[in-house]
């Protein structure tokens, strides 16, 4: 069965099975305004220890049909199924794994000195869902979460050299009810990568588990189980970044003036936009020998604000529990909704939260963190990019909720816009100062603006929510086929990015007048002056004067002497 990329993609989000198949909220529920209190959670890099390696049934209809895991593609419920989604944390690329796969960390410091990094433990080595690697589907290595590497001479402010890395690769495959999958592809559409300085910490942890639907939600829906679970007794589980066997990894702070990047070789390409928590990124795309794509990808960290606060329901806004009331689902990890940093549900959730928050982040911390986007809006951008293959744009900012896609553009201004929102203070009572980057490739623009081939030029303001610019520094340049634009130093709450290409029009043609071809004037001749000369002619008595240039005397006449 054949079905293309794009229409698996919106079967899966019609579904609503986003493409990395289960996640850190254990389930998706509705609110329940009867507890005492309510929690909001927006942390960054959560999805990584809630996202066990897995391939799950996708069923047509979610309300009434579970979501059950395979052990492998050939597993009897897989073999049902007329889909299935699946993820996993990318091993490291060795003799053996060829494709998808990790293939380089480094750090780059200001000298442009590089530190390569070495693997040296998957987190955790293995887990009850772990499935095999199949090529020739597509379908990468299911095993472990990310794992530990070490950078020599890059030691963080944990006091060692140790990173956490993951690359969480995730996608669907399309195949005929009850028949084994042979000849068919997975679409791996989805992209997660993160690298995080780390200390191991020993103590009664263990790793993260799965739940599909023989797990009962607390809503009493037939998918509100799936999801995963973590059995750990340490009272600061919910600081780690992964969960081993009997330890787990913890977050440090990033050294000072240092660049991270990763190499990942993919076995099919994929395309559209990334975002996330870096700054001032740069990115290559190219090709092996075997058309696999290898994305390279490095930037400084960025701090990021984080939200986990909770709030006694009596205390709720008229408008929050109005939110809250509404008949929708919603991302909840024990006792606090999680609603994600991007999307307009986590825009609408957190702009209600802040205020009874005193605008203020509950933690600030570093973070190198990006992610591909689902996206299939209806815009301009939209025209430009729907034969487009391979990477299209990056946008980054560590605002704590963003707009996640491509920018908008905005007729009216001739701008391409962006909305960001975040605490005005960060974690310790400081004003939060705003960074955003744009790396779009450079055909896409010209496409929007219908601009030609001739050097482009750029504009950032920051908006903010009243109307009013604010100061920011800013950089752009066009190098090597993309427009790379960064702004910082900018204040939150709520404002808006808006860039703003130009070009300069040519200058018009010089248009000579027109040579008409007209029949020659011919000037007359200018008159001789004429010499008069007189003779004298006689016949018998009879004389006559004759005069003349020339005269000549009549016949019968001669000359007289």
């Known amino acids: 069965m054949r079905i293309s990329r794009r229409l698996l993609v919106a079967s899966l989000l ?16 509705r609110v329940d305004l009867t507890q005492s209190t309510q929690g909001l959670s927006i942390v960054e890099n959560v999805n990584f220890k809630g996202s066990v390696p897995n391939i799950i049934t996708v069923p047509k209809d979610l309300a009434t049909q579970g979501k059950f895991f395979c052990l492998g593609i050939d597993d009897p419920k897989c073999v ?26 480094y750090a780059v410091d200001t000298s442009g000195k590089k530190y390569e990094g070495t693997f040296q433990l998957r987190v955790p080595d293995s887990s009850p869902l772990d499935f095999p690697a199949s ?39 399309q195949k005929s009810a009850d028949t084994k999958v042979t000849t068919e592809q997975a679409y791996m559409g989805s992209l997660e990568a993160a690298i995080v300085p780390v200390n191991e910490k020993r103590g009664r942890y263990s790793p993260q588990y799965g739940q599909d639907a023989t797990s009962k939600g607390a809503d009493g829906s037939v998918n509100g189980g799936v999801g995963s679970g973590n059995a750990s007794q340490e009272a600061d589980k919910e600081a780690c970044v992964i969960y081993g ?47 696999e794509q290898i994305i390279t990808i490095d930037a400084l960290p960025v701090i ?39 999307g307009e549900n986590a825009f609408e959730l957190t702009k209600l939260w802040l205020p009874l928050i005193k605008d203020k982040a509950t933690t600030s911390r570093t973070y190198w963190a990006l992610r591909t986007l689902a996206w299939d809006g209806e815009s301009d951008l939209n025209r430009c990019t729907q034969s487009a293959s391979g990477l299209i744009g990056v946008v980054t900012t560590n605002a704590l909720v963003y707009s996640g896609g491509p920018p908008t553009f905005n007729k009216t201004s001739e701008s391409l816009d962006y909305k960001l929102l975040s605490p005005h203070y960060t974690s310790d009572s400081k004003t939060a100062t ?31 929510a009243n109307g009013e610019n ?12 993309w427009i790379n634009l960064s702004a910082g130093g900018f204040s939150y709450s709520s404002p808006t990015i808006r860039v703003k290409l130009s070009q300069e029009k040519p200058a018009p043609a010089v248009v000579s007048a027109p040579i008409t071809t007209a029949a020659p004037v011919i000037a007359p001749a200018p008159k001789s002056k004429v010499v008069t000369k007189s003779i004298t002619c006689s016949k018998g008595k009879t004389k006559i004067v004759v005069k003349g ?8 006449f001669k000359k007289a002497s």
Request: net charge neutral; with cysteine.
């Open 434 to 464: 705003g960074t955003y980057d744009l790396l779009m490739r450079s055909d896409i623009a010209r496409c929007v603006y219908g601009f030609s081939n001739a050097p482009v030029q750029a504009s950032i303001q920051v908006v903010s």
């Open 135 to 173: 090529p020739k589907n597509n379908i990468p290595q299911g095993r472990g979460q990310g794992g530990v590497w070490k950078i020599p001479g890059v030691t963080h402010q944990g006091g060692n050299e140790n990173y956490y890395v993951t690359a969480l690769l995730s996608g669907a495959l």
């Open 80 to 105: 049902a199924a007329t889909q299935f989604a699946l993820q996993s944390h990318l091993p490291p690329c060795d003799q053996v794994i060829l494709t998808n796969c990790v293939s380089s960390v």
């Open 14 to 29: 019609t579904a609503g099975i986003a493409l990395t198949s289960i996640n850190s909220a254990s389930s998706s529920v």
């Open 549 to 556: 240039a020339a005269p000549k005397c009549p016949v019968g």
């Open 304 to 342: 990021v604000p984080s939200i986990y606060e909770q709030i006694a329901t009596s205390n709720l806004s008229p408008e929050l529990r109005a939110f809250l009331a509404r008949d929708v689902p919603q991302g909840v990890g024990g006792a606090y909704l999680m609603p994600g940093s991007t």
């Open 245 to 291: 066997d009997g330890f787990c990894e913890m977050p440090q702070e990033f050294p000072a003036d240092y660049r991270f990047g990763m190499s990942i070789k993919l076995q099919s390409a994929l395309r559209g936009w990334f975002h996330g928590r870096i700054y001032r990124p740069e990115m290559s795309l190219t090709s092996s020998s075997d058309s």
């Open 470 to 481: 604010q100061v920011a520094t800013t950089r752009i340049n066009e190098v090597g086929g």
